[in-house]
């Protein structure tokens, strides 16, 4: 039956599913625009099935040609937001990384704010079951309990080779079959009319759902990961032996011999071809047409007691046809958000060339450099090309001034990371000189040697674009980066490594992100306005990006980072943490990072309709172009990494980072600080 003509046997039904988004979309965080999108799908993206069960149950004993009564609308809304709850809890528990073909709710906004996020939906359900009436709050809590408990038995039998078809089926029944049941139900009683016409759309219900149950089971193993909307076979994946496999296995030995935790892709899929040619699949199929039937038997009573016309039996079952014939699954088109590379946003040679001729010529006249070859150091030699890539609409001046920032900073990195600097005396004095300099930037500017001169330069530059408020928050960012720089000479010192809970705050301290995400707002021209820089999902992008880069970083540069005793690379704490050998290490440290970048990708293709569904106004304006601007810098973000900060150069550049430590060490003893 098509939606045309489920739409003409039930007219007011379209109508009243919009009554039921707008009950939904109320389930939201008062006063808290932001954070609306979190509680509810994308336009057009949910088909509702539950609600429109309840609401065809009402019709069917009430009347297909009239509106439903507001009791039957809210208890279709109430029957949704339980779904959505539950959705939301599963795919934190299974850690899902899609939904319905779009990036899941807890990879978007991270597992912490979905999980509350379930607790909202199911707790507003809730108050409107209450307000209907006791009856349907303690049938729907029934269900609950009974769902959950369902849940608790399928996760305790994971992996459980010796798992029966009666527990299966009881396992269906208690975490599909019942929402669906209590949907029809919740529906029927609103009409008013006896209990058994209340229990014959239940029973129907509850039949229904075991058939889309297997159904979907079936799909799991038969479908394509686009089809589906989430990864196909992630059933054998993840332990969850369903009725195709539960067949197969008492007709297959080789399948048991390949079911256990940690399969290979490749070993998944010879356990799903086995199970597709044994026949076990179409058995299932066949369990499901029974169910269907018994289900539709039901509706048969219904008729034959003059509790449901024709017309709105027909029409009931037709649409659980075309349910059941699609799987309840139609995956939209997923949005993709190209992989940041360096290939991606070229620089133009010539512009390169220029601004690293102008880049030079600015290292030699503040003494950053000695000599000519010492400012084709490969470490300063990248910032003009990496500068380009980061800003890639910038002019050259924009680029030089970008560029002699970046240079800084790295130069700054480099003094605390020198193999040279043995002394942790040397260390306290060497942060406290920069400091001083830091803190003089933007009223006094300093002057003396090499490293004041260009800092002071730097910054003379970026005084002119950008803000009073952001340029104290900058150099407040760069003063905690010192202490935290610091921190980390005197633990490579020592010889300290430390635990996994403390290697990312002390990881991200050290690596100056906050410094770097400073860097981005230069690009912006302006501050980010604090209604989009605070935004919890922009929060989220940034510490999802920081932590997958950091990571990757830790990975590019761990030979060097073990050679010098680097004591915040996470494959060098997990390895001290865990005991586990260097190559398990890498191997964790890897996925971490896939994950991560996976993660960003999600967000960023999310964002622009969670953007779109939140109030409209100037914070949603500029959060679209943070978006756009977020992924234009992505590539040159990327290319950073590229940048061989152990690089020496031939004559042995690290004189030049002795060199200039200690003209500041000297310049520290002149000011009188040390004393």
Known sequence: ????????????????????????????????????????????????????????????????????????????????????????????????????????????????????????????????????????????????????????????????????????????????????????????????????????????????????????????????????????????????????????????PALARLLRRGLTSADAERARQLVLSCGAVEEARQVADAQMETALRRLDLLQLRGLADPRSREGLAGYVRSVMSSGGRAAPAPVTVPAPSPASSPVPALAKERVQERLDAWLLDTGLAATPEEARHPRWNAMASTAARFWPDADDEQAETLARWMLVIAVVDDLFDEPGLADPGEIVRLRHRLTLLVRGLDDTPPAGGAVATAMAQAWERIRLIQPPSWRTRALGHFEEWLEAAEREACHRLSGFIPSLRDQFALRLGSSGAPVFLDSVEITYGREFEPAVRDHPLFRRLIDVATAAALAENDLRTLDEDEAVGAPYNLVRVLRHETGCTRQEAIDEVTRQVEDGFAQVDAILASAPAILRSADGGAGSVAGMGLLRLTQKRLPGWRTLHDIDRYSRSSAGSETYLTRLRRELLVEYAETGAAR
């Open 1 to 252: 039956m098509t939606p045309e003509s489920v739409s003409r046997a039930f007219p007011a039904l379209e109508s009243d599913l919009d009554r039921v988004r707008e009950i939904v979309g109320m389930a939201d965080v008062p006063s808290r625009s932001e954070l609306a999108p979190l509680t509810r799908q994308p336009a057009g993206h949910r088909h509702l099935i539950r609600p429109t069960l309840a609401l065809l149950s009402y019709y069917v004993l009430a009347g297909p040609g009239r509106a439903a009564d507001v009791r039957a609308v809210k208890a279709a809304a109430a029957v949704e937001l339980l779904h959505m709850a539950s959705l939301y809890h599963d795919d934190v528990i299974d850690d899902a990384r899609q939904r319905r073909g779009r990036p899941s709710v807890n990879i978007v906004w991270g597992a912490r704010l979905a999980v509350l996020a379930g607790d909202l939906l199911f707790i507003s359900a809730s108050r409107i079951l209450s307000e209907l009436g006791r009856r349907e709050a303690l049938m729907v809590a029934e269900t609950a309990q009974r769902t959950c408990s369902g849940m608790i038995a399928e996760t305790a039998d994971r992996f459980l080779l010796s798992r029966t078809e009666e527990a299966y089926l009881e396992v269906t029944g208690a975490k599909t079959a019942e929402l669906l049941s209590v949907a029809c139900r919740l529906g029927a009683m609103q009409a008013g009319r006896d209990p058994e016409a209340e229990e014959d759309l239940a029973r129907f219900g509850w039949h229904l759902g075991l058939a889309y149950q297997v159904r979907d089971d079936i799909l799991d193993l038969t479908a394509t990961t686009g089809e589906l909307g989430k990864p196909a076979n992630s059933d054998i994946v993840e332990g969850v032996y369903t009725l195709p496999v539960i067949r197969a296995l008492g007709r297959e």
